[in-house]
């Protein structure tokens, strides 16, 4: 199952969210920055390992052409937890951007294939880099807002380029994430869209995600994470059935 976080207009977090779900998902779990505008997750919450491997890396084997599969397996990061969870770093660097922009098609189709379910985090879309053949190809879209006046009205144009990118497949649902002054029904009806679900504000989390700052013996029982594990559940069930 490909399942694709992205957001509509401003930053409220996607990479905490894959972050987030990646780290209680139910069952055998990639994460992979694919953000054209560059990963974050080496210089974050995995602060400390090199920029040896990663989508940069990938491509460039893919380039030569190189058996995909077996070469994402060479570049992924497998994180210290008893479940098979792995990383998939981004771009080191923007300009890396044009030199895989003509393999999404392939990405997408690798990560359809592969056994095991995959998140990947596409970042912001609407720009002539969004990778479109994920956001085609997923059995699911997440697109993550923060229930605000300002991040809702970013959001509506996109969500429309955003379904019609979408085709036949499901229509994008919307994940809600941290503080603001609208509830699930206010946001789906402005949207006309389904909200699956609210990670909530949780600072102390969020700061080991994106940061790399504080314990690990935290994350555990955070809110973000307990909601984010109910959330997992909840997506892989209605996938299965």
Not at 172 to 177: A, D, F, M, N, S
Not at 194 to 200: A, F, K, Q, R
Request: with cysteine; hydrophobic share 40%.
């Amino acid at each position: 199952m490909l399942t694709v976080l992205c957001s509509g207009g401003h930053s409220p977090g996607v990479t905490t969210a894959g972050l987030a779900l990646t780290l209680t998902w139910p069952r055998e779990i990639l994460f992979a920055e694919c953000d054209p505008a560059g990963g974050s997750v080496l210089s974050g919450y995995l602060v400390g390992h090199r920029q040896e491997r990663g989508l940069g890396e990938w491509a460039v084997q893919l380039r030569r052409g190189a058996d995909a599969t077996a070469t994402l397996t060479e570049q992924v990061l497998r994180l210290n937890d008893p479940e098979n969870r792995r990383v998939l770093p981004g771009l080191a660097s923007p300009s890396q951007v044009a030199s895989v922009q003509p393999l999404w098609q392939d990405i997408a189709g690798t990560f359809t294939r592969m056994a095991g379910d995959v998140i990947a985090d596409i970042g912001r879309t609407g720009g002539p880099e969004t990778p479109l053949p994920l956001l085609a190809g997923a059995d699911q879209v997440f697109v993550i807002v923060q229930p605000t006046l300002r991040d809702l009205s970013a959001l509506a144009p996109r969500l429309t380029e955003i379904t019609s990118a979408r085709g036949l497949r499901p229509a994008p649902r919307v994940l809600l994430t941290g503080n603001g002054p609208y509830g699930r029904r206010e946001v789906a009806r402005s949207l006309g869209a389904e909200v699956t679900g609210h990670l909530p504000h949780d600072p102390k989390a969020a700061a080991i995600l994106t940061h790399g700052l504080g314990s690990e013996r935290h994350l555990s029982r955070s809110l973000l994470l307990r909601a984010a594990r109910s959330l997992g559940a909840k997506l892989c069930e209605q996938v299965t059935v």
